[in-house]
């Protein structure tokens, strides 16, 4: 009875919606556990470049059932839209659910989230303005609306009532805009809870009940752990925690379940709005990177900013989330580079730093260690001893200073585009 855990080890954007895919094909159950609308999965399938923002990656298989967790903050409106663009390009989506006890975006969500950045200017976080971090704010403040309002339309119609009056306050009185209408959302929020009332179930007996009868499960989250609340690069970071640790608390289940830990990142690092950067790229080579590995998001279609492997943010990440098996992925974009940069430390005014500081300064350094790059398409290399000389080196600097084998390489969008290193650990996986 395997269970394994996804994430991203970076800032995100590491490739988890096609590591997902791959390893979501032998689950029976796949597991969304926190974040919001606010990022996106990619997942290459022939001739459909699927985005999903909400509904975990399992969705294309029929056997498979999708869970979106206790942790998720879920926008309805946001939600059906995903699910009608799902199903018309042939996927049914009627094994997907929504747990009870997750909490719902609503519009005054949305608003006050681009009202704050605006008002904030040039010292905003850079979010994507839907509604995530207002929401989370709302459940830790016992103010939010669950899923399970749904199934008791009293109950929503007085939260709602409630929140909006305190809510219409801060817009009228700090922003100076226009209150909303408590008629207008009520009305267009009973209509969404028609439409979804067939899919709320009590996630935590589900799972419970999943891992007594050993089915195979595995837990999927959004962003990454350097965006994580407690321990990313705060404050430029979302309101949840895409950590390992997370899973449990946005799950449901205890640690006890929890087996295989599996890291995501890519062969370089981006980063999607504000925050400091230490890798970062500010010459033409970002251009090159950007452009070969489409760096847009998923989700904004904001241009990401492109920096270097940051092998000393990745050992942390590691660390943190006691990741024991760990795969790379895009590999394929750095095969047009004549010299290749591996950060393996920071410099902080003259000092050198060998650890990820709780507090990552903008002006702190990177110490590189050059390699020669392979210059060779690898997009079609289906064994890791195929790879040129001068990749493999690469890879074997990287799981010696990790001191961890890396279990896949991911060499294109493509489903198939993979280089399995360790077959017999890879398998395993899946006993």
Not at 213 to 242: C, H, R, W
Not at 322 to 339: A, R
Request: glycine content about 8%; aromatic content about 10%.
């Amino acid at each position: 009875m395997p269970s394994n855990v996804i994430v991203g080890l970076q800032w995100g954007d590491e490739g988890k919606g096609k590591i997902t895919d791959l390893l979501s094909k032998n689950s029976d159950y796949v597991i969304r556990y926190q974040g919001g609308n606010n990022s996106g999965h990619s997942i290459h399938i022939k001739k459909n470049y699927l985005i999903l923002h909400l509904i975990p990656s399992g969705v294309i298989y029929p056997h498979i059932k999708c869970i979106i967790g206790p942790g998720v903050v879920i926008d309805p409106k946001y939600l059906l839209q995903e699910i009608k663009e799902i199903e018309s390009i042939g996927i049914n989506t009627s094994k997907v659910f929504l747990a009870k006890r997750a909490h719902i975006t609503m519009p005054y969500h949305r608003l006050l989230d681009q009202y704050k950045e605006e008002a904030l200017g040039d010292r905003s976080i850079g979010t994507t303005h839907r509604g995530i971090g207002p929401t989370y704010e709302d459940k830790i403040a016992r103010m939010g609306i669950r899923v399970l309002d749904f199934l008791n339309l009293k109950t929503f119609y007085k939260k709602l009532k409630n929140n909006l009056e305190y809510k219409n306050q801060i817009i009228t009185k700090i922003y100076k805009r226009k209150p909303l209408s408590f008629e207008s959302i009520y009305e267009e929020y009973i209509e969404y809870s028609k439409t979804l009332l067939p899919r709320i179930i009590d996630a935590v007996y589900e799972l419970h009940d999943a891992f007594k009868k050993k089915k195979k499960i595995l837990f999927e989250g959004a962003q990454a752990m350097l965006l994580d609340i407690n321990y990313g690069t705060y404050p430029y970071v979302t309101p949840s925690s895409p950590s390992t640790g997370g899973v449990c608390i946005g799950s449901g289940v205890p640690p006890i379940f929890l087996k295989n830990f599996i890291g995501v990142a890519k062969a370089y690092c981006t980063r999607v709005g504000y925050g400091p950067f230490p890798t970062e790229i500010k010459n033409h080579i970002s251009e090159i990177i950007r452009q070969k590995g489409n760096e847009y998001g998923a989700t904004t279609k904001r241009p990401r900013r492109c920096g270097w492997l940051d092998l000393l943010s990745l050992k942390y990440s590691c660390m943190v989330n006691g990741i024991n098996h760990l795969m790379i992925t895009k590999l394929d974009v750095l095969s047009e580079l004549e010299l290749i940069k591996v950060c393996i430390g920071y410099k902080n005014n003259g000092k050198k730093i060998q650890y990820f500081p709780a507090n990552l300064k903008e002006n702190i350094e990177a110490i590189y260690v050059d390699f020669t790059g392979w210059k060779r398409n690898i997009s079609h290399i289906q064994e890791y001893d195929d790879l040129p000389i001068n990749c493999k080196k690469y890879i074997t600097f990287i799981e010696g200073y990790l001191d961890l084998e890396i279990l896949l390489i991911s060499i294109g969008s493509e489903r198939n585009q993979n280089i399995i290193k360790n077959k017999s650990s890879f398998f395993k996986l899946f006993s």
